[in-house]
């Protein structure tokens, strides 16, 4: 199904590059030139064109120059001199006609674009679902990632940007249905892992996993599950949305299965290579590891302790600033899982917060951890960040313990 080859080939997905009968040109100048970018949106437009206003706007808009129309000019004649010594023909080139410009081209010109387009308003005006995902397919085939990604500071290719991510998403929904109605999961995933490795959606790995799962495949939708939580805690400093969450309950009850002797299960539930320190796991395993241990303490009477740590600026204010906290997360991180014991078990929570439970302690106990904390910390200090901390007993007990504590940094 797919288009006739065309001589003049442009792709704006992803990346730019003009292909002419097959040989690609060697675009020799910064694609973010006065003279690329007008070229880039002229291809864009197609026979529309484009204005001479539109064109200064996008091109000019923060010059002082007192004679923009000049420039533009300027800017055409340089583009001309570059199509003619790209290896296109004559006739290939920038031309004006009542005030507007277009690129000219005696030959068809295809546009992945313009493709894109096409196969999702015929996708949309069919209802044979047989032909609707062959269109899908054909679109989804043509996206490799944002429009013009090296123009992402410019008005218009930012809202074309926009309008081609959200038009893809929808795709990508729309064969997910389909797909999945004829279990056509290896498809499918091939489809969800694309599209995942363009834009980090958690959607996007829900439906990884979906289809791993259904492929019988636990093991890889667990890597993929424990690969999305770390890039939303390490890159995003956000914690699992709750389809992700409930994936995990799913991948649960479904690694119970499959395993013929207690040897094999216990094989897989011990880590492959224990760490020194405490136990990092993600956030949805530390609920359950909460819960499980207050049921716990309800028959042994052990005593536990929840504490939590949260970054702050110098005055012990909540830390606004992404980028600091993004900085100071790992030092604090590195600092409560160099401090607490290997039966203690600590996560990340949100951008700029950790969750500790130390189990079998005291609450003087609770102190001398807090003092290594702080040590190991201060070794590695972000500068200018403070953090604060709070405790409370394991399980619903109520205690009037001091939460105003908060270590300050000096000097740095």
């Known amino acids: 199904m ?61 010059d002082n120059s007192a004679d923009p129309l000049n420039n533009l000019k300027v800017t055409v004649s340089n583009l001309r001199r570059f199509l003619a010594g790209a290896g296109l023909p004559p006739e290939m080139t920038v031309r004006a006609k009542s005030k507007r410009y277009y690129f000219s081209s005696p030959e068809p010109v295809w546009l992945d674009t313009a493709a894109f387009d096409k196969w999702l308003e015929k996708a949309g005006s069919t209802a044979d679902e047989e032909e609707k995902c062959a269109c899908l397919l054909e679109a989804c085939n043509l996206y490799a990632g944002d429009f013009l990604p090296h123009l992402a500071a410019e008005d218009w290719a930012a809202v074309a940007a926009a309008h081609y991510r959200q038009r893809y998403f929808d795709c990508v929904r729309q064969l997910a249905e389909l797909l999945k109605k004829q279990e056509r999961w290896e498809e499918l995933l091939a489809i969800a892992t694309q599209a995942a490795s363009l834009h980090h959606l958690e959607e996007l790995q829900c439906l990884r996993i979906d289809c791993l799962m259904r492929l019988g495949r636990y093991q890889q939708a667990k890597e993929v599950y424990d690969q999305t939580v770390r890039e939303l805690e390490d890159e995003f400093s956000v914690t699992p949305g709750q389809a992700l969450v409930e994936r995990f309950h799913q991948l649960n009850l479904a690694g119970k299965v499959g395993y013929e002797t207690v040897q094999e299960l216990s094989g897989q539930l011990q880590e492959s290579t224990p ?110 960040i403070s953090f604060r901390h709070t405790l409370h007993p394991l399980g619903p007990v109520e205690l009037d313990l001091n939460d105003g504590r908060i270590w300050r940094p000096s000097g740095k």
């Open 2 to 62: 797919g288009d006739a080859i065309s001589a003049l080939q442009i792709r704006m997905l992803g990346d730019f590059s003009i292909t002419y009968h097959g040989q690609r040109l060697c675009l020799k100048n910064s694609l973010t030139t006065k003279s690329m970018i007008a070229l880039q949106l002229l291809l864009y437009r197609g026979e529309a064109g484009a204005a001479r206003e539109t064109l200064v706007d996008a091109l000019f808009y923060n």
């Open 275 to 384: 760490a020194r320190g405490a136990y990092y796991c993600s956030y949805p395993g530390f609920i359950d590891v909460y819960r499980a241990c207050s049921r716990m303490l309800e028959r042994t009477g052990q005593s536990a302790y929840l504490l939590l740590y949260w970054l702050t600026d110098s005055h012990g204010q909540t830390l606004e600033d992404a980028q600091k906290a993004a900085l100071a997360a790992p030092k604090l991180k590195a600092a409560i899982g160099a401090s607490l014991r290997r039966g203690d078990v600590f996560t990340q929570y949100g951008r700029d917060r950790f969750l500790v439970i130390l189990v079998g302690t005291s609450r003087e106990n609770c102190d001398l951890v807090d003092k290594r904390i702080l040590q190991k910390y201060k070794e590695d200090a972000a500068r200018g």
